[in-house]
């Protein structure tokens, strides 16, 4: 099938074309240009984009739910829905997301997304996202305490053999005993390594870079940051992820759990190359939120709430997770971090595909994946296509 969108605001993401049009073949972009340049042979569908931004499709690397359906549910058929929920705002990867549960609920989980990969056909599925179990006490937030585990051997091989090639990122404390080599293995078989949930120094951090950490988890949340030990300033996660150009961070850009003080911050050291943006949404984000629902998360037994317009603890001592989508996360580096939206983009396309190594995805290019989105000037996803198809 030949498919031609014209006449749209395109973001590649690395510049903006106005007056643009993109050429799609056989679930392929095939040809990207201005306006004069437009292709006069015929084609089987034509989209009038009517200035709306034309981008990639945006990825998720950082996703629990959606829809009411959750990573932890255990079955294929919730990876899928909350998948679905997710590409009806623009986002057409996504890469579930564990939280720390018994080792058991952690394989099905595993299990269960490697079985819905083959079978979804409304988002792609790219792996599997391990935020845990090997994370600081601490440092725990909305993390189970009871099911925090040290990276032994033992616990690590049994993880990781699990389904190799589909866990493409795992969250760690590289304080932790085993932790730094943990780095080493990640690398070895190919999997992103990324500080989570530490209570670890600047020096430590520094440290685990050597031993192949390169990003880190929703900077600031579940980050040790500057404290005193006696009369002496110690720097913590936030200052060496700030710090260190060889660390991505990947941001809640929900607007809740980061102010737009630190969203600009974050922007102004690490630039738009460095961020990746994601939701860390939980089953209620993507249209699964109602405002006062109390939810008893049955993999943790997590008590927790919807209220403001994001996921607490039942105590309200801490954030549990958003209910955002990634289109929202891109409105609001846009509205309140002053990010120009070609650059906002970027870090919702090409910085996580690039992170994850989806070497065909995140660009407006040749040869690139053709799955496309059309937001208006809102941010609101207008029209998803899926491998050159419009999702209807």
Request: with cysteine; proline share 5%.
């Amino acid at each position: 099938m030949r498919l031609l969108i014209r006449n749209g605001t395109l973001i590649t993401p690395f510049e903006k074309v106005e007056h643009g049009f993109v050429v799609v073949e056989d679930g392929i972009i095939r040809a990207v240009g201005e306006a004069c340049d437009q292709p006069s042979v015929r084609f089987d569908r034509e989209i009038d984009a009517e200035e709306n931004y034309v981008t990639p499709g945006l990825i998720d690397t950082h996703v629990h739910g959606g829809g009411g359906y959750s990573t932890m549910d255990g079955t294929p058929e919730s990876v899928v829905n909350m998948a679905k929920a997710h590409a009806a705002y623009g986002t057409t990867s996504i890469v579930p997301t564990t939280f720390t549960a018994p080792m058991d609920t952690t394989l099905d989980a595993i299990d269960a997304v490697r079985e819905a990969k083959g079978r979804c056909r409304d988002a792609h599925i790219l792996g599997i996202h391990l935020e845990g179990p090997f994370l600081s006490p601490a440092q725990a937030g909305a993390q189970d305490p009871r099911n925090l585990m040290l990276p032994d051997p033992e616990n690590v091989k049994t993880l990781l053999d699990r389904w190799e090639g589909g866990i493409l990122m795992m969250g760690a404390a590289p304080e932790l005993p085993g932790g730094l080599e943990l780095g080493a293995e990640l690398v070895r078989r190919g999997i992103r390594a990324t500080i989570a949930h530490s209570n670890a120094d600047f020096d430590t951090v520094m440290t685990a870079v050597t031993y192949g950490y390169s990003d880190v988890t929703h900077l600031y949340s579940g980050c040790s940051n500057l404290h005193r030990v006696g009369p002496f300033r110690v720097a913590g996660v936030v200052e060496a992820g700030l710090y260190a150009d060889a660390l991505t961070a990947q941001v809640i850009g929900d607007g809740k759990h980061l102010p737009a003080s630190l969203l600009r911050l974050i922007y102004k050291c690490k630039g738009p190359d460095r961020i990746v943006l994601i939701t860390d949404g939980l089953a209620q984000s993507a249209g699964g939120a109602v405002d006062g629902q109390v939810i008893v998360q049955e993999s943790s037994g997590q008590t927790i709430i919807c209220e403001d317009g994001v996921m607490k603890l039942i105590d309200r001592k801490a954030f549990a997770g958003s209910i955002a989508t990634m289109n929202r996360t891109v409105k609001n580096m846009v509205e309140l971090a002053d990010v120009p939206v070609a650059e906002a983009f970027r870090m919702a396309t090409v910085n996580p595909a690039r992170l994850i190594g989806a070497r065909t995805k995140g660009r407006l290019a040749p040869g690139y994946d053709a799955d496309i989105c059309l937001f208006d000037k809102a941010f609101e996803a207008q029209t998803v296509i899926i491998d050159g198809a419009v999702r209807e």
